[in-house]
Every structure is written in C-alpha cells, then in structure tokens.
T-cell receptor, first 115, second 117 residues
Framework: AQKVTQAQTEISVVEKEDVTLDCVYETRDTTYYLFWYKQPPSGELVFLIRRNSFDEQNEISGRYSWNFQKSTSSFNFTITASQVVDSAVYFCALSEGANAGKSTFGDGTTLTVKP | GAVVSQHPSRVICKSGTSVKIECRSLDFQATTMFWYRQFPKKSLMLMATSNEGSKATYEQGVEKDKFLINHASLTLSTLTVTSAHPEDSSFYIC?????????????FGNGTRLTVT
C-alpha cells in the first residue's frame, strides 16, 4: 500500500521568508512518481512538478525548489522569498508507474503568507 | 489557460435528484480520465478511473450505482451523482492526461462544488 504524509497541516509565514513543506512517502514499488500540486482558494489543482524514482536530482524553478531523497523517502518543497500569492494548499502525491491518475495524495499543507 | 474544463463549477440540488458533472479535455485527447472527491480541508480521494469506450474502474468503497461514469468520447467524461443525499455534498475534481504524450503531466479541472439540500 502507498502512503503520503504531509505532517505540517498549516504553516504561516511572513512575506519574503523561506518556507519548506515536508513530504514523506511509503511505497513498495521500485518505480514510482512523486508530484507536488498547488490548490489556491479557487479550487483548481495546479501541477508544479513530477519526479520519477530514478531521478534524485534536486530541481529549482524560480523561487521553487525540490529536494528528493530516496534514503529518507522524502520529497520536500521549498519556496524562497515567499509571496502572498503563494498562499494555497499544497499537496504531495505518489503514483505507481506512469499512471499518474491513480495517485495517493497527502492531506495537504495550508500555507498562509502574510504581507 | 485551462486544458481540462469541468462544468458546472457549482451546483445545488435537492435530495433525491441526480446531478451530472462534465469533464472535458480541451487541447488533447484522453482515453483515461480520473474522478476525485475532496472533503473540506481534506485530501483528494480517487473515486474511479473513466475509460473511453469501456466501463469505469471504481475504487474500493465507491458505489458504482450511485456514481455513474460515462466516457463517451476521447474528450468527455461525465460523472452522475444519482439520488443525491446531503452526505454526497463535496468537491469533485476530474483529471486527464494527453494519451499521445507519455511525458504529459496530469491536468485537473477546476472542480465542481456540489451541495445537496
């Protein structure tokens, strides 16, 4: 069985602070995909990143960066110099193989960035 | 812009009635679409996988007779909540990926907030 744990239910930071959202996963598959999504108050899920289990390279995209560590089964997400527009619920998800639709989602972390 | 369109975005219905939610892929074709349910401040729960031209695959615990799924074409899947009850009130989200692009990420619709009174 797969499981995704986002231990931080809510995080509140002040604008320009850096913030890291934690994600720990469990799976018996050797091939799997990890995802991060952003869900703003409007409700739609916005795809942020996909990483497969064979690619442990960290990734940076603008103010966003991701740290994938198989040794600790973690896929953490850091926002640098946070902005009010970053306020949203962020979900980490895990899928078996390429069928990303059958994903197991974490419970989400609600990030509030205050001006 | 959105590549998966979900309609309606909000719907209120009375107990006992049925509600249909549409999910359309706008710029690509999808042989498979997925339906999720999200409770307030909770995670997304996969309800079923919609397969074009064949029966949907339901996750354990999801009543197939209550949540009817039809994948009539490569760009349209519908979820019908039959004989709705207040406990069916929830946020329903569909997703799809481009079947011709293995590297395509999953695209989500904007969701439908269903309220059953």
């Amino acid at each position: 069985a797969q499981k995704v744990t986002q231990a931080q239910t809510e995080i509140s930071v002040v604008e320009k602070e850096d913030v890291t959202l934690d994600c720990v996963y469990e799976t018996r598959d050797t091939t799997y995909y990890l995802f991060w999504y952003k869900q703003p108050p409007s409700g739609e899920l916005v795809f942020l990143i996909r990483r497969n289990s064979f690619d442990e390279q960290n990734e940076i995209s603008g103010r966003y960066s991701w740290n994938f560590q198989k040794s600790t089964s973690s896929f953490n997400f850091t926002i640098t110099a946070s902005q009010v527009v970053d306020s949203a619920v962020y979900f980490c998800a895990l899928s078996e193989g390429a069928n990303a639709g059958k994903s197991t989602f974490g419970d989400g972390t609600t990030l509030t960035v205050k001006p | 812009g959105a590549v998966v369109s979900q309609h309606p975005s909000r719907v209120i219905c009375k107990s006992g009635t049925s509600v249909k939610i549409e999910c359309r892929s706008l710029d690509f074709q999808a042989t498979t679409m997925f339906w999720y349910r999200q409770f307030p401040k909770k995670s997304l729960m996969l309800m079923a996988t919609s397969n074009e031209g064949s029966k949907a695959t339901y996750e354990q615990g999801v009543e197939k007779d209550k949540f009817l799924i039809n994948h009539a074409s490569l760009t349209l899947s519908t979820l019908t909540v039959t004989s709705a009850h207040p406990e069916d009130s929830s946020f329903y989200i569909c997703s799809a990926r481009d079947w011709e692009d293995d590297n395509s990420p999953l695209h989500f619709g904007n969701g439908t907030r269903l309220t059953v009174t």
